[in-house]
């Protein structure tokens, strides 16, 4: 991806984040003709084939390092993990301090820890192709059938709404097609889930507005907007390429059952840190 | 990729087809709708009806639990054909099934159990694509074209499913379950060296037909084959939510539904960090 593709999607972040997502919508179809769309594999319905086996290679921290201000500038970070050097999620003070302190004490309490299903975006964190995701799509849906932890998201594009009285860990996702670009609205979190190790977190107030742009037929942008006001001061937008797997690959079915006996050996203080009803 | 498109188009009378909801008169056979490919169109969201999940073998009623006969159509007396040692573990399992099952531990449920359960499915295709999600666990099983080797030599709870057409029926040939799973809540099981051939049948729009043969020579005599009929949620609103455990205090897991108020968890900051920092 060139300097000038980043810069384009920098403006379009920019665009998502000052404006409706209506008004988002007219910038969307210019921006992916961009892709040579012809070279794109398409189903019968016109939209872009994304189906097959997918990972994120450029992993999770790269994408963070991407990360974007609510103002729409890249933010350069180091690596943060080595360096310390506190990512620049714009939490509220309190948020901030408990995150902090969660981080600094509190790792055990990382739903992952405890085999919970990783929520939205961080499913797409996977590390270097280890956990790869497979897409099936019809004219109604997009299915994403990811690896870690047997995790599977149903996106119906029938224009339906989100549900009411309902909470989960991966939310509600509704999809939709601005020009070539699939858009998947997320809602209905339930205020349990963390976006990586380092305790950074979200909660039942969360949105997430992912776009998938395939970019030529074995890469697909992905960038994903999170909201949350109890939590953050303003949205902020990740992105990171995701690239098809050889064509002999297929998953591995992952399974997690680590959790209730991870615990027990986890000092007594943390006991049973995982049980969010303690 | 999945299953192979030679596969499906040699197996289908063609694409010619698509849409059609109409009985063969030769035959008196439904002749399902079609995919583009010409495989019969299997999408939707399924589940069984009846106690099979209970107890797949004929039962009395007990508390919870409706009378019902044995869904094995095969051997004829709807009985499992256990080997003398593995029907004395089943009777062990059945004793203990409260505290024994797989299930408990929110294990997925395996193939067959996992079509038994009172939970929706759903089935999700495209040309040369088949994918079945169902509610429980969030399980999910990908049929791959049996040009693609099974992964011998690793179980997964759910198998290792290869996919092919015979006729309009969709035969999923599952390899690699492990021993990790039961049949049923009442303690009805296999080994490691479980083979089960599924037949999947569409009778009607909303109808399905659902055969499983299970062949295990370490427990069964025989090959033996059970039957279940699957019924489609024609409700436009139908969705598989989310089913997720949470390990609770006492260390039991527990389904929780994403419905259900406790399913969320409400913040209150300052309180969470104090309390936090009170026990760190």
Redesign the interface.
Known sequence: MGKLREAAIGFLFLTVLLSTPQAAIAQTPEESHKNKPSDLPR??DGHPNL??LWHNESGYQAALKNLKGGGGLAVALGDFHSAGVPLPFPYWP??K??QE??DL??PYHDPEA?C??PGVPREIEQPSSLFPF?I???EK?V?I?YEYT???R?I?EDG?SH?Q??????GDSRGHWEGDTLVVDVT?F???TWLDMEANFV??NEHVVERYTMTSPDTITYAATVEDP?VFTKPWTMELELKRNP?KD????Y?C?E??RD??HYPK?EG?A????? | ?ILATALTIAACPGPQNTGARVNDPATGSYSPPRL?DGAPDF?GIWQAQGTAYLNIEGHPAEVGVRASPSVVIDPADGKIPYRPDARRKQTQNYQSRLTTDPAI????AGVPRAILLPAPF?I???AG?L?I?YTD????R?V?SPS?PH?DG?D???G?SRGHWEADALVIDVTDLGDQTWLDAAGNFHSDQLHVVERYTLLGPNTMKYEATMTDPKIYMRPWTLRVLLFRDRRS?A????D?C????D?V?HHIS??D???????D??A??AS??N??
């Open positions: 189903l019968a189906q097959g309190i948020t301090q408990i302190y969660r004490h509190d405890h919970h299903l497979r099936i799509q019809d849906y299915v059938l047997h995790d599977v149903i119906p339906s549900p009285h309902y909470w989960a860990w991966d209905n339930n205020g349990r909660d039942e109890s064509a297929q998953i591995v079915y399974d059952h959790g209730e615990v027990e203080s049973n995982a049980n969010p009803h303690d | 990729m583009s999408r531990n929110c294990f997925q759903q999700f295709q495209s694509n994918a999600v666990n969030h399980s999910y990908i791959l693609i992964d690793i997964f709870f759910m290792d609103s969705r598989i939510v989310e997720e949470i390990d609770g205090p260390g897991w994403p419905f108020p406790k399913a969320v968890l409400h913040h900051y300052p969470e960090l936090e920092r026990h760190p």
